[in-house]
């Protein structure tokens, strides 16, 4: 039996050719101490993140998909742009404590990840990683088991879009 078969949830124990389960695993740590509020802790799990991905691109690539897929599922649909703007709202308080950077970065993220900001430059890279772990943290409740239930999800949409991310990964030196 192929892949195709297997729904999210067998996938999410099954390798998927490229994704990182130690980049995951350090990103979830990362997400617990955001949702914790602990500053410290935030910082120093991102520390270790960096020390794991060694500027792969990954967790940015499963922030983008697990911030989308949480405020898709507080909202049960697609966010309106007045969505966004009450999530953002939402969320400044506790950014605000775990990073030093404007608040309005919180629906700037938003809008990228729901490609709503046509023409300005994309959110990548490290701000990337610091804006949406930043954003997503606060937004889950129990953040182990949503994001245990979100990894069948991230690691199929993975799968889907192979190729696109194999270009962006870094050439090997």
Known sequence: ????????????????????????????????????????????????????????GKPGIYLWYCLRYRVIQILERIPTESDLMKIAKRVRPAFRVLLDLDPSVVLEILETVFERRPGSPRVQGTYLVLSASGALGPLLDNVEQELDEMLPHVKAWYLENAEEFQALEPPLA
């Open 1 to 56: 039996m192929g892949t195709a078969f297997l729904g999210p949830d067998d996938r999410a124990h099954r390798p998927v050719p490229g994704f990182d389960e130690r980049e995951w695993l350090a990103l979830k740590a990362v997400l617990v101490a955001a949702r914790s509020g602990d500053r410290e802790a935030y910082a120093e799990q991102l520390y270790r993140l960096d020390a794991v991905a060694r500027m792969s």
